[in-house]
Every structure is written in C-alpha cells, then in structure tokens.
Nanobody, 113 residues
Framework: QVQLVESGGGSVHPGGSLRLSCAAS????????MSWFRRAPGRERVLVAN????????YLLDSVKGRFTAFRDNDKNTLYLQMNNLRPEDTAVYYC??????WGQGTQVTVSS
C-alpha cells in the first residue's frame, strides 16, 4: 500500500530552521514526482515545492525562495524540505504528496516569538 509519513515539524522562533522528512513506501519512489504542500490556519492549501525523480526542483513557492530547499534521496525513498530563516507566516501543516494525488497525514510547523 502507498504510504507517506511526514516528520520533523515542531515549534521554532523566527529565523530558526527545521528539516521535514517524508518517508515513502508501497510504490517505486524514484519514478514519481513528489511535492510539498502546506495549509496555514484559515487559508487554502498551497503548493510549496515539486521535486522530479532526478532530484531537480521544478517549482518553489515564491515566498520561500532563498529560504527553503526541497530534495529527495531515492535510495532512502525519502523526500525532504529544509526550511531556513523561518517566518511566522510559514506556520502551517506541511504535507507531502505523490503526483498531488496521495497525501501524508501532515506535520505541524509553528514559527512564533
């Protein structure tokens, strides 16, 4: 069965860093586009990043450019999101997905003073 399990969320101060992980199983991970989405309180879910099988990022949300890096390790079947210089507006539940179709349960990121 297809499973996506996010981890690495937490509570940090502005300027802090977190690395999110998405452990994938049940499908040939290296053949699929993987994505990070986030949903902030009271807002719609938005696409944060797409990473194609070759580990090239084909999309990155404008508001996180220069701060976030999405990458994958196909040998470990894991997608990552390195988040640096976090801002309060980054507070959201972060989800990984396969082809924007299958979703994990999400991991909470809270950035506050």
């Amino acid at each position: 069965q297809v499973q996506l399990v996010e981890s690495g969320g937490g509570s940090v101060h502005p300027g802090g860093s977190l690395r999110l992980s998405c452990a994938a199983s049940g499908f040939p991970f290296s053949r699929y586009v993987m994505s990070w989405f986030r949903r902030a309180p009271g807002r719609e879910r938005v696409l944060v990043a797409n990473v194609i099988p070759s580990n090239t990022t084909t999309y990155l949300l404008d508001s996180v450019k220069g701060r976030f890096t999405a990458f994958r390790d196909n040998d470990k079947n894991t997608l990552y999101l390195q988040m640096n210089n976090l801002r309060p507006e980054d507070t959201a539940v972060y989800y990984c997905s396969r082809d924007s179709t299958t979703w994990g349960q999400g991991t909470q990121v809270t950035v506050s003073s």
